[in-house]
């Protein structure tokens, strides 16, 4: 490939140029063709990196790609097909989430939690409610915590689903996509009747949810809930039966056990390497101890043991749905909780199991009624960790299969 | 200052160069009379003297019309099919069901910036997409569409397509290369890759059948394969046929052998720097590729242009117009007012609104409609070449069909499993094929 351009002909640039000057931008739209950081390098790792090997170029996935998740760029060094090396180049999303919380009283700060997944936002409230709850000795009444329960399950499906679609949409499958938006869809209509929202929902609050079940959330759910079974099943027979989809997948990126709780890796994607961990399970909250589910886990630890582990939480994930609406007890749906909010000084841990992993907030309070400091445990953040361990040695085509696998979202990592 | 003077400098700019332009156009328009006059007959003299050339030329304008109708219909039919398999509602905004909407995206891109990236090398990138469309086009001529509607009929038309297929990616790598781009370069390395070790499985699994039928012309091996439906290569040849449909996809690049162009993988491939009528022409010479690749399965396998049954009502239309005497006045003077009159009649009875010249304008064009309709049945029935042409696009475009189902169905393989596929398993089972098929004809011929 050519290297760098010169400039055409030499010119004056204007001691102070202007920012709009079209001179000025051409030179910076040319350097723009190299990836190799314009500072000498910083680290050791990054000198061995931005050094070129015989044969090797760089390529830069993302951020403006139209399979990775989000706004992630992956530099990767390539020879011929095969990936030598990457680096993934994080920050493009970040917001600032934790520093906002700080400003926020503690009602505030549960809406600044949605955004961080916005494929399944309920479960990045509800550590965050825990930990305040925690701080403020709340007791949540039960029905609440039912509903919670039934909620986050609900959205577990959601996202399972559309990772679904996703997986076989960046092994070039077109339709899948189609179909497990339609499951999503579902879902998020009958969320959004019960919760106000689409998307972002903004439904837990300190002691309690924010609404009871209405009409038009059950009859929703009702309906749904007659043919999930029945209309997932038929779903994954579309994928699970195709030869090109498994071979692809099969023995790909393996993730072996001591790997996965050396980079503290949690979610399927650890239950997929044969670790029976469940936060629901290990440390109970709310009242999964009075549920029945079992924790799935296959041994492979590769891309399609992470697949199937996910298509097997879906059916578990029903099995509790089910539980929740025939226990649902009846009484309030929010503890009497005063207005103005002053937690006693101290910190709380909380943590959930969502769909990709351990949420965890951690929060401590100086007795005003802002948290003094909001640390948030993103589950996609640590499995992108994996991703350098994973795709070297693979093709091109590989480090998306890879990546979809591991399910993250750019939300929750950039915060 | 002299007339002429004052009065040209009274003119407006459009005036001056009217002025200008007129007595060199009248000057041109008598020059071509007269060369017209001079030479014409020496002209028809010659063209009549080298017939072949003026067929050639004829063919091959009509096959590059071919290719614009075919590409939007092709392109229609694939929005359309995979938006209902998708569960979607597809294009529905242009035209009656969004029929139109790939005219209006083949107009979008006329009007679109033709950009060339900095660093590209121009020449090449410009050249590009013109070597991949004329590649296409003129596998095209070589096509028996008809009983006699063909470019030239060679006696290596086989061996010519494979040649002229093979060039296509010449101008994908051309593409890959020029544009200064990581994506482009991979997605055109891999289409060399690609296209290269499917041509080999692909002109094996023709060898048996050119054993079979002892030419290479298309137009004969189509003839050979007229009769009965049992008659067609496929049965004589199902292996191969097999072979040469999944080698003929991943020679069109085609999912689930669309690595060439993997969006979630390399972006657009080797047109991702592409934009306007450049893209367009790549764009244009995909669909045309599966127009073809149908039509060459048919040809060969599947009976070309030949009827899998014979037409059950034979209708012979003699109807000589001199014996109707005068009731031929009375026809030609009635049919048409009674017509539009009977079409016209119950639009405006049923629709209060509608003026009564409008009723009649409809009227009238829904009689043209079905004069032409009856007229089109007629010589359905009565000219071999029309049957041979309407089986024969029914035939191209199942499979066209069957190209689309593919690609709303099926993800997209990796490419060592696309080598290892045309390496370990294609290229032995038609070396099978072809050994088998040797076997039977000396053992038969004894």
């Given at each position: 490939m050519p290297t760098r351009h010169e400039p055409a002909a030499p010119y004056e640039i204007p001691a102070h140029p202007s920012a709009d000057d079209p001179r000025v931008t051409l030179e910076e739209q040319l350097g723009v063709?190299?990836?190799?950081?314009?500072?000498?390098?910083?680290?050791e790792r990054e000198a061995e990196f931005y050094t070129l090997r015989d044969g090797e170029m760089f390529i830069n996935m993302?951020?403006?790609?139209?399979?990775?998740?989000?706004v992630l760029r992956v530099v990767l060094k390539l020879n011929g097909e095969q990936v030598v090396d990457l680096d993934p180049v994080l920050g493009y999303l970040h917001r600032g989430v934790e520093k906002l919380c700080e400003n926020a009283d503690f009602h505030q700060a549960i809406c600044y939690?949605?955004?961080?997944?916005?494929?399944?936002?309920l479960f990045c409230e509800w550590p965050a409610v825990i930990a305040f709850e925690k701080l403020l000795d709340v007791q949540v009444p039960r029905r609440a915590e039912y509903i919670r329960v039934l909620s986050t399950e609900l959205n577990r499906v959601a996202s399972h689903a559309l990772f679904m679609g996703w997986m076989a949409l960046d092994l070039g499958g077109l339709t899948p996509i189609l179909y497990s938006f339609i499951e999503r869809d579902e879902i998020v209509e009958m969320l959004a009747a019960l919760t106000g929202q689409r998307m972002l929902f903004n439904y837990f609050r300190i002691g309690g949810v924010n609404g009871d079940l209405n009409h038009e959330f059950m009859s929703r759910l009702g309906d749904w809930m007659s043919r999930a079974t029945e209309q997932i099943e038929a779903n994954l027979t579309l994928l699970n039966e195709n030869e090109i989809f498994v071979r692809r997948m099969r023995g790909l990126g393996v993730l072996d056990r001591e790997t996965a709780l050396r980079m503290a890796v949690s979610g399927p994607n650890l239950r997929a390497s044969g670790v029976p961990f469940d936060v629901r399970r290990a440390?109970?909250?709310?009242?999964f101890p009075e549920l029945e589910f079992d924790i799935p886990t296959r041994q492979e630890g590769d891309c399609l043991a992470r697949y199937l582990l996910r298509m097997d939480e879906i059916r578990q994930s029903l099995r509790i749905i089910d539980q929740c609406l025939h226990e649902m007890p009846d009484?309030?749906?929010?503890?009497?909780?005063?207005r103005l909010l002053r937690a006693r000084p101290g910190r709380a841990f909380a943590a959930v199991e969502g769909p990709r992993g351990l949420y965890g907030v951690h929060a401590i309070s100086d007795g005003t009624d802002q948290p003094f400091r909001m640390r948030i445990h993103d589950p996609s953040f640590v499995n992108l960790q994996l991703v350098p361990l994973l795709m070297p040695g693979n093709l091109v085509a590989d480090t998306m299969a890879i990546m979809a696998s591991l399910d993250p979202i750019m939300g929750g990592i950039d915060k | 200052m002299s007339v002429v003077g004052s009065t040209w400098g009274r003119l407006t700019p459009p005036g001056k160069a009217l002025a200008i332009a007129l007595p060199v156009l009248t000057a041109l328009s008598i020059g071509l009379l007269a060369v017209v006059v001079l030479l014409g007959p020496a002209v028809v003299t010659f063209l009549g003297d080298n017939l072949p050339l003026v067929r050639f030329v004829v063919a091959a304008t009509a096959v590059l019309l071919l290719t614009i109708p075919t590409a939007f219909l092709i392109i229609y039919m694939e929005m359309k099919v995979i938006a209902f398999m998708n569960l979607r509602i597809g294009p529905d905004r242009v035209g009656p069901y969004g029929s139109a909407l790939s005219v209006v995206h083949g107009l979008k891109v006329l009007a679109k910036e033709d950009f060339t990236p900095t660093g590209a090398d121009r020449i090449v990138f410009t050249w590009a997409p013109v070597v991949v469309f004329l590649a296409s086009v003129m596998s095209l001529l070589v096509i028996p569409f008809a009983p006699g509607l063909f470019g030239q009929d060679f006696n290596i038309a086989l061996l010519y397509f494979f040649a002229i297929g093979g060039l296509s990616v010449v101008g994908l790598l051309m593409a890959g290369w020029a544009s200064f781009n990581k994506y482009s370069l991979l997605g055109g390395l891999r289409s060399a890759a690609q296209v290269i070790s499917y041509e080999i499985p692909l002109t094996l699994s023709v060898v048996g059948l050119i054993i079979l039928a002892g030419t290479m012309s298309l137009n004969r091996l189509v003839l050979d394969q007229s009769g009965s439906i049992l008659d067609w290569f496929v049965f004589r040849q199902p292996l191969g046929a097999l072979i040469f449909f999944i080698a003929a996809t991943a020679e069109a690049n085609r999912t689930p052998f669309d690595l060439t162009e993997a969006d979630s993988e390399i972006v657009a491939g080797f047109a991702t720097e592409y934009s306007g009528m450049r893209f367009g022409f790549f764009f244009f010479a995909e669909y045309v590729n599966v127009f073809i690749i149908s039509a060459l399965t048919v040809t060969l396998?599947?009976?070309?242009?030949?009827?899998?049954?014979?037409?059950p009502f034979p209708v012979a239309v003699s109807l000589d117009p001199a014996s109707l005497g005068i009731w031929l006045l009375v026809l030609v003077a009635v049919v048409p007012v009674a017509g539009t009159l009977f079409f016209a009649a119950p639009l405006w009875v049923a629709n209060s609104r509608l003026p009564a010249w409008q009723a009649l304008v409809i009227g009238f064009v829904l009689f043209n409609l079905a004069v032409v309709a009856v007229g089109l049945g007629l010589a359905f029935v009565s000219f071999d070449w029309v049957v041979g042409l309407a089986w024969f696009f029914l035939k191209t475009y199942v499979f066209v069909y069957t190209f689309v189902w593919m690609r709303g169905t099926l993800p997209r393989v990796r490419i060592d499993q696309l080598m290892n596929f045309a390496w370990k398993w294609l290229l032995p089972a038609s070396l099978l094929n072809l050994f088998v098929t040797a076997l039977a004809v000396v053992i038969l011929a004894k």
């Open positions: 063709f190299e990836p190799i950081p314009p500072y000498p390098p910083r680290t993302g951020p403006q790609h139209p399979s990775t998740h989000g939690m949605d955004p961080l997944e916005y494929v399944s936002s440390h109970p909250y709310s009242v009484g309030p749906v929010m503890a009497r909780v005063p | 396998f599947f009976g070309g242009w030949n009827a899998p049954f014979d037409w």
